[in-house]
């Protein structure tokens, strides 16, 4: 199963394999997992990621994931996710395609197509990792996405994009919106303390005490 945007007419399968593009596709170094690829046409940017799992059951199978049904697919998912957020004024890079396709009955493979945010850098390596202002915009942007319902799940500094002082999430991987209701302030904490250990591990070209103080700051920010 295909999911495209409007705009993007012609997508086919093919556009989902790192081959078809040849040299126009060179892998995403700073950040991720591997499994992702920039991929540079003549009129557009973008990032080809492939789901794959981790841990142990990589061993068993990197890319296969047990069918449930398309529409529980977890590219399929994601695309419908940022699709929501970019409708809702969110900053979430625009969702291009989607992919799933099924094999051997009970296995499936995906994958997703998200046009690239021009000159983003990971959190970490934003040059302005020393000023307040961008931590407080940290706070601010992961508030607004806490009010419209989003569980981050995966919540990294490599999953927060700075662009122009412009702060992104990305990777919506299993993530999901959720009702208000009581326990919304459990997953919004774990979000927060998933990020806090992030940063602890991320962003260590920074002393402990500063690092302590900027954190706070983002605290603060996302508080108000
Ligand atoms: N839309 C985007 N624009 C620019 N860079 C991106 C974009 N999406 C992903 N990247 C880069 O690719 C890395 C990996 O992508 P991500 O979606 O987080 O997949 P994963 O963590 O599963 O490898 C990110 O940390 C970031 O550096
Ligand atoms: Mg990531």
New binding site residues.
């Given amino acids: 199963m295909l999911l495209a945007d409007p705009d993007y007419q012609n997508v086919s399968a093919n556009w989902f394999t790192p081959q078809y593009w040849g040299e126009k596709a060179t892998p995403?170094?700073?950040?991720?997992?591997?499994?992702?690829w920039?991929v540079k046409t003549e009129t557009t940017?973008?990032?080809l990621?492939h789901?794959?799992r981790g841990g142990m059951m990589a061993r068993f199978s990197e890319r296969g994931y047990v069918f449930t049904g398309f529409h529980r697919a977890r590219s399929l998912a994601e695309f419908r996710l940022l699709q929501t957020l970019g409708q809702r004024g969110l900053p979430?890079?625009?969702a291009i395609a989607a992919y799933a396709a099924r094999y051997h009955g009970l296995w499936y493979e995906a994958a997703?197509l998200?046009?690239?945010?021009?000159a983003?850098?990971?959190f970490p390596e934003s040059p302005e990792l020393d000023l307040v202002d961008l931590w407080q915009e940290v706070g601010r942007v992961v508030r607004r996405f806490h009010n419209a319902g989003l569980d981050h799940v995966?919540l990294?500094c490599?999953?927060i994009?700075v662009?122009q002082g412009q702060v992104?999430l990305?990777?919506?991987?299993r993530c999901r919106l959720r009702a208000e209701g009581p326990s919304e302030a459990t997953w919004k904490r774990a979000n927060l303390n998933r990020l806090r250990r992030s940063v602890e591990k991320r962003c260590q070209s920074i002393p402990e005490k500063r690092r302590e103080q900027l954190w706070k700051h983002l605290v603060s920010a996302y508080r108000w």
């Avoid at 995403?28 to 992702?36: C, E, F, N």
């Avoid at 998200?114 to 021009?118: K, T």
């Avoid at 990305?170 to 991987?173: K, N, P, V």
């Fill in positions: 995403v170094t700073a950040g991720g997992r591997g499994g992702a920039f940017e973008m990032v990621r789901y794959l979430v890079p625009k997703i998200v046009e690239r945010i021009p983003a850098e990971p995966d990294n490599d999953n994009l662009a992104y990305i990777d919506f991987d």
